[in-house]
């Protein structure tokens, strides 16, 4: 697409972070926290990369927790390989990014949005490698998607559709988020910059046509059955993934805490850091 460049080596050297290499492509990673910590992994949502978590790291490395974040391929810094991207393809990402950074040990998983749906299908296909769950506002019950929305699955409508309709809506919505001071000025620049890299709007027209974000109740069945220690974290006015889809997790996973938080939108996870962090801090220390 005209004025997209591609995210070559020699553009990563002058960007942030750690880079890594596995089979679908080269991952943008970063750890934080004190190196003999319990490792928790963080896993972001469809369009916001790894720094959707900055409010919410320092309050787990502060509690002693060695925190690993990381690009989605098609977002931030990371490659953006042809997909489909479906739920195979992102259950692999992140095992295979466990075995290149040498996690050999359970770890606890914290998902947002997409992220949630990808660590339940994780739990439920790998359970020996998964300690605790914290689910932000996870996908799996979107079964009120817009209609405007089903037209990214009819070809050629929906490229047209996503990149003149949706992909200036998604930065919009995340420049009236910085706005008002929920997300950071630092934020909105790394939002906005991943665009500037060819092929991440593809990645997220790749991701809606194929991603069964309305029904993973097998997965979330199949959780439950594992009796892991799971919080389901959402907010009351979240527009995105509307709540009702919290009481339809736990009546999946009964044994689940959960957290509600009032007048929350879908960014709770900075807008409302200090509730959020403090319910993922009490699911990780949970035995």
Same mark, same amino acid.
């Given at each position: 697409?005209?004025?997209?460049?591609?995210?070559?080596?020699? @553009?990563?050297? /002058?960007?942030?972070?750690?880079?890594?290499?596995?089979?679908?492509?080269?991952?943008?990673?970063?750890?934080?926290?004190? @190196?003999?910590?319990?490792?928790?992994?963080?896993?972001?949502?469809?369009?916001?990369?790894?720094?959707?978590?900055d409010r919410n790291v320092p309050a787990l490395v502060e509690a002693g927790y060695r925190v690993l974040t990381f690009d989605h391929f098609g977002r931030g810094y990371s490659d953006r390989p042809h997909g489909p991207y479906d739920l195979d393809f992102y259950d692999k990402e992140l095992a295979d990014l466990l075995v290149a950074l040498?996690?050999?040990?359970?770890?606890?998983?914290?998902?947002? $949005?997409l992220g949630g749906g990808i660590v339940? /299908?994780?739990?439920? %296909?790998?359970?020996?490698?998964?300690? %605790?769950?914290?689910?932000? $506002?996870?996908?799996?019950?979107?079964?009120?998607?817009?209609?405007?929305?089903?037209?990214?699955?009819?070809?050629?409508?929906?490229?047209?559709f996503f990149a003149v309709i949706a992909k200036p809506d998604l930065i919009k919505?995340? %420049?009236?988020?910085?706005?008002? &001071?929920?997300?950071?000025? $630092?934020?909105?620049?790394?939002?906005?910059?991943?665009?500037?890299?060819?092929?991440?709007?593809k990645a997220m027209l790749s991701t809606v046509r194929h991603y069964p974000m309305d029904d993973l109740t097998s997965y979330y069945q199949r959780v439950a059955r594992e009796q892991k220690p799971v919080m389901v974290i959402w907010g009351t006015a979240d527009e995105t993934v509307?709540?009702?889809g919290a009481d339809r997790v736990?009546?999946?996973?009964?044994?689940?805490?959960?957290?509600? /938080?009032?007048?929350?939108?879908? &960014?709770?996870?900075? $807008?409302?850091?200090t509730i959020v962090n403090g319910a993922v801090l009490k699911c990780l220390s949970s035995p």
């Open positions: 697409t005209g004025g997209e460049k591609r995210l070559t080596d020699d @553009e990563r050297s /002058v960007l942030a972070g750690s880079y890594i290499e596995i089979e679908q492509g080269v991952i943008h990673y970063t750890w934080h926290g004190p @190196e003999d910590g319990p490792v928790v992994v963080m896993v972001h949502g469809f369009s916001t990369p790894q720094f959707v978590f040498g996690i050999s040990e359970p770890v606890s998983l914290v998902g947002y $949005s339940t /299908v994780f739990t439920a %296909r790998h359970p020996e490698k998964v300690k %605790r769950l914290v689910l932000i $506002s996870p996908v799996g019950f979107m079964d009120d998607f817009p209609w405007v929305y089903r037209l990214v699955c009819v070809p050629l409508v929906g490229e047209y919505e995340f %420049r009236a988020a910085e706005k008002i &001071g929920h997300a950071t000025t $630092s934020m909105l620049e790394r939002y906005e910059q991943q665009f500037e890299y060819r092929g991440a709007w509307s709540v009702s736990i009546e999946a996973i009964a044994h689940a805490e959960k957290e509600i /938080v009032s007048d929350a939108g879908h &960014g709770l996870l900075y $807008s409302h850091s």
